[in-house]
């Protein structure tokens, strides 16, 4: 097609623009526009070059991203993109590619959100469009704190947050993130992740699990509450009955009923069919308790009377846990002999009612309710008893607040509590005649009594072991302290000090003069630590603060601070570095401050790398997947394949990063890439080498052979095939090609050398010409050429026979070079010598010269200047024209005969020749003449006038200047005082 358009333009043309018109610059104007070239490194090459933020750019990159046939050409394009819309059209890519578009249109996406170069009505239509694909890289990556929220706020699952949490550069991101999250997984996987990245975010997220623990730990308490107190139930049906199984089975029902509803829920049934049964073993044991004493009516009382003030005060249940052993009828009766009046006063049954149902928890809000209550009547505040029930709820509800921990409390602690809740359990005490057992919250009095009793024994236990703990890590303080090392010494002082800080004054007893020895040997040790260390800490400070005003390149830099930190390291923990620690850690960050950009560039190389090697994974993997979908019988591109393959080992190599250990699992995944190919690619070199070494063995055949046109036939046809064979390993096809060239060659020489005898038969002539011509340019690149040689060969050449029309117009071309840089050569030579002349002619005359000088001066000339004179004047192999050599030779004489005979020349009939021809000389080069010699001028002139005479042309001019040099060198001396002032005349006649 372009040559018929050639053809075209050459005939529409007219003749003469046709041949100002070069094919070439039509071939030039019609060609194709960069990004539309056949060859996809060139569309590369324009995308790498191209402005990308002019609107025409942006229109050609469009195109490529969209409908360019090579799919690293649209991956570049779409690198450059900055239209939205084209972009998340892009995101829904369809085809083959699909991937590969989709990947690199959201790596794009991404990197716009990060230069906060979208709007937040862009990012609002991505998101409801793209939220599930665009929500984490705009939540991890986006510079503007509104589109952050909003892409958090379209997340939902946790995964994602936590991967924003990982991701995300900025504080704000990682918090919201992270505050979001309720599962414990994702809050411990998140918390992994920026421990050491965000300590305020890590914090907050250890506060959530901390809540969550504890969440989880009081619902496992209220269990286990749930679970233990029907377990209690269950276990009063087993075994025999004991008095005091009533008022275990009364506090059950009292706990059971103060659990919460939801968790005892699933328990019910069991709860009630074990109190229904304990409740039956609770009346078959008082029948039988009544049945021995129905003859005597005063004392039948008294076993019940006894169960209800076991229960009421807790000493029967205190005497079981202890004794495990049933209590004889006998002691129970004597314990309650003694009975109290019952209190009868109208005040106390309202306020009872008030108070009976409220739990220790709710009991602060109804005693107020009650007091107010009380006041309000005047025979309730009248009465002590009511006052006096108030005052034992008050006490109470005091004792609980704040609620009290009995798995910390140590024995002397507990000893207290069980003393005040003994005090307030017995009642018969503090209120005589008053009946409270059926009040809820003195039950649960009852109950922590039995806690705090159970724990006692373990706490005394704790004690003793945290005791004997204490006096083993002073042991251990000891020895640290007898190695010298003071940060670990004083870590383990810190500890024991808030450990002793906690213990009770019993505890402390034996451990005070340890801790106050060790304290002093402490304190010793540190003051020979300070001593030793303060002074290198402090150069150490000098030297990290000088490093801010240091010019050091940001790796240099960074390295210096490493070394300092080292140091301090090194100098190990002491009172000295804790006091010095801020002010280098200080110093240290402001030193640090201008590496952290080029950090952040390096890891911004390193990140792009990796995403190239990522991209070069996918791109053989994308590759493989089309070989193993293409039809059984279609033949693969072997050398696109190779290509491939070779370019992603170079580019894998390229992208290599110097300054980290590879990426096992990407280095795996290329690995297994390329594993495919190779093998492909191994098989597929094997079988071409069977076919060249086939090839190699018929040539070799061939060449072994009579050698005729025949068989340079069959040679080219086995190069044909040789040709046609596909890819093979470079070693092994230079070796077989160097093989097969080397018999291919045997035959065509062989061929080319009948060739040319049969040409040198009727061509010798022309063979003659070329040698000629070769010996013409040989003798062209000497200094000096022989002519006869030259004129020799001229003349042979012109004798030869005619030239076939073929070669006669090259060889007569070739021949004048030749002539014509020998030419040259003879042009140089004339010149050197015309130029040797001068020189030479010059420097005789400044023999004459130096003579002449020696004539006026005897006195200034040396005893050998005649001898050496006489030897400088042959002493050079350059030779002047006879004429001016005689000239010279008869000054010279004549200077030597004045020398001799101790004369001197005429100098005043010399001056005056020497003016004349001066003045001849400045009007034949048309200079003009000095003041003094005005008047000679202008007679001469004058006589010139008169005797009819023009001025000379140029030819003239130049003959009459050299006839006129060479009377000047002809002429004898003059006087020194004047010798300088005319030959500057002369020189300047002569434009020397």
Not at 957 to 973: A, F, K, N, Y
Request: proline share 3%; charged share 30%.
């Amino acid at each position: 097609m372009l040559d018929w358009v050639r053809q075209l333009v050459y005939w529409c043309l007219p003749t003469g623009f046709v041949r100002f018109l070069r094919i070439s610059s039509v071939k030039n104007f019609l060609k194709s526009a960069t990004h539309q070239h056949k060859d996809p490194q060139v569309r590369l090459g324009f995308i790498n070059d191209v402005n990308a933020e002019t609107p025409e750019a942006q229109k050609t990159l469009t195109e490529l991203a969209k409908n360019d046939v090579d799919l690293a050409v649209r991956v570049a394009a779409i690198g450059k993109l900055n239209d939205l819309d084209t972009l998340r059209e892009l995101l829904d890519a369809n085809g083959d590619d699909a991937g590969a578009i989709s990947s690199a249109a959201e790596s794009r996406l991404i990197e716009r959100f990060s230069s906060g170069t979208v709007t937040d009505d862009a990012v609002r239509g991505l998101l409801a469009s793209h939220g599930a694909r665009l929500a984490l890289p705009i939540a991890a990556h986006s510079t503007v704190s509104e589109q952050r929220e909003m892409a958090l706020q379209a997340i939902d699952d946790e995964a994602t947050l936590v991967t924003v949490v990982q991701q995300s550069r900025l504080h704000d991101a990682r918090l919201a993130a992270a505050m979001r999250l309720s599962q414990h997984d994702s809050m411990r996987a998140a918390l992994t992740a920026v421990r050491s990245r965000d300590k305020l975010v890590a914090k907050q997220l250890q506060q959530k699990l901390d809540t969550a623990a504890a969440e989880e730990a009081a619902l496992i308490a209220r269990r286990h509450a749930v679970t233990t107190t029907l377990k209690q139930v269950e276990s009063l049906n087993e075994g025999v009955w004991t008095p005091q199984d009533g008022g275990r089975l009364q506090a059950a029902r009292e706990r059971w009923a103060s659990l919460d509803a939801g968790e005892r829920s699933s328990y019910e049934s069991a709860f009630a069919t074990a109190m229904t049964a304990a409740e039956q073993r609770l009346a078959d044991y008082t029948k039988a308790q009544e049945a021995p004493v129905a003859a005597d009516e005063a004392p039948a009382a008294a076993p019940a009377a006894t169960d209800e003030t076991a229960h009421a005060s807790g000493d029967t249940d205190k005497a079981a846990d202890k004794d495990d052993v049933a209590v004889p009828a006998e002691e129970v009766v004597a314990e309650v002999v003694v009975e109290i009046p019952k209190v009868e006063d109208p005040a106390l049954p309202p306020v009872q009612s008030v108070l009976a149902p409220a739990t220790i928890a709710e009991l602060p809000a109804v005693l107020e309710s009650a007091q107010t209550m009380v006041a309000a009547d005047e025979k309730l505040s009248a009465s002590t008893h009511v006052k006096s029930v108030l005052a034992h709820g008050q006490s109470v509800a005091v004792l609980f607040d704040p609620p009290y921990e009995v798995n910390k409390a140590r024995p002397g602690a507990l000893q207290s509590r069980i003393k005040r809740v003994s005090a307030l359990l017995d009642i018969t005490k503090l209120l005589p005649g008053i009946d409270l057992s059926d009040h809820a919250y003195v039950s649960e009095l009852q109950a922590h009594l039995d806690v705090l009793n159970d724990r006692m024994a373990k706490a005394r236990q704790e004690s003793s072991d945290r005791i004997k703990a204490t006096h083993r890590q002073f042991a251990a303080l000891s020895g640290i302290i007898k190695e010298g090392k003071w940060g670990p010494a004083n870590s383990m002082m810190r500890r024991l000090q808030k450990k002793l800080g906690v213990m009770e004054a019993e505890e402390r007893v034996s451990l005070d003069d340890k801790l106050a020895r060790a304290e002093q040997q402490l304190a010793e040790m540190a003051d020979w630590q300070d001593f030793a260390a303060r002074p290198k800490l402090e150069a150490l400070c000098e030297s990290m603060e000088a490093l801010i005003t240091k010019e050091l390149s940001p790796e240099a830099l960074a390295k210096e601070v490493r070394e300092l930190q080292s140091a301090w390291k090194g100098m190990g923990v002491s009172r000295a570095s804790n006091d010095l620690w801020t002010r280098f850690k200080t110093a240290g960050d402001s030193a640090y401050e201008p590496c952290k950009e080029w950090f952040d560039s390096r890891q911004q190389e390193r990140q792009e790398k990796l995403d190239a090697k990522a991209l070069l994974c996918e791109g053989l993997e994308a590759t493989q997947a089309e070989l193993a979908a293409a039809e059984p019988d279609a033949e693969p591109d072997w050398k696109a394949i190779v290509r491939q393959v070779n370019n992603a080992k170079r580019d894998w190599s390229r992208n290599r990063v110097p300054d980290r250990k590879p990426d096992k699992a990407l280095e795996a995944r290329f690995s297994a890439a390329l594993k495919p190919f190779e093998k492909s690619l191994a098989e597929q070199y094997d079988q071409n080498v069977k076919e060249k070494q086939e090839l190699v063995e018929k040539v070799a055949a061939l060449a072994e052979g009579e050698i005729t046109q025949h068989t340079a036939n069959q040679a080219k046809s086995l190069l044909s095939a040789w040709k046609l064979i596909g890819i093979m390993r470079r070693k092994e096809d230079q070796a077989l090609w160097e093989v097969f060239n080397g018999h291919l060659g045997t035959i065509f020489k062989h061929q080319h050398q009948v060739e040319r005898e049969k040409q040198r038969a009727g061509l010798e002539h022309v063979f003659r010409a070329k040698d000629i011509i070769k010996r013409l340019k040989q003798l062209a690149k000497g200094d000096s050429l022989d002519e006869a040689e030259v004129q020799g060969l001229t003349l042979e050449f012109q004798a030869l026979a005619e030239f076939p029309e073929r070669d006669k117009k090259f060889l007569l071309r070739d021949f004048r070079q030749a002539l014509d840089a020998c030419s040259r050569v003879q042009d140089n030579a004339s010149r050197r010598r015309a130029q040797a002349e001068v020189e030479e002619r010059l420097r005789l005359l400044a023999l004459c010269e130096q003579l002449e000088r020696a004539v006026e001066q005897p006195d200034a000339a040396g005893d050998t200047l005649v001898d050496d004179v006489t030897h400088a004047w042959d002493s050079s192999d350059a030779r002047v024209s006879p004429e001016i050599a005689a000239l010279l030779d008869k000054r010279r004489d004549a200077a030597l005969a004045h020398l001799n005979n101790k004369t001197t020349p005429d100098y005043s009939t010399n001056e005056t020749l020497r003016r004349n021809l001066l003045i001849k000389m400045e009007v034949a080069a048309g200079v003009e003449t000095p003041a003094e010699d005005k008047a000679r001028r202008m007679q001469y002139q004058l006589q010139n006038l008169q005797q009819g005479m023009q001025s000379s042309g140029l030819d003239d001019s130049r003959q009459v200047l050299e006839q006129l040099e060479r009377e000047w060198l002809s002429t004898g001396p003059v006087a020194n005082a004047i010798h300088d002032a005319l030959q500057s005349r002369f020189l300047k006649a002569y434009r020397r």
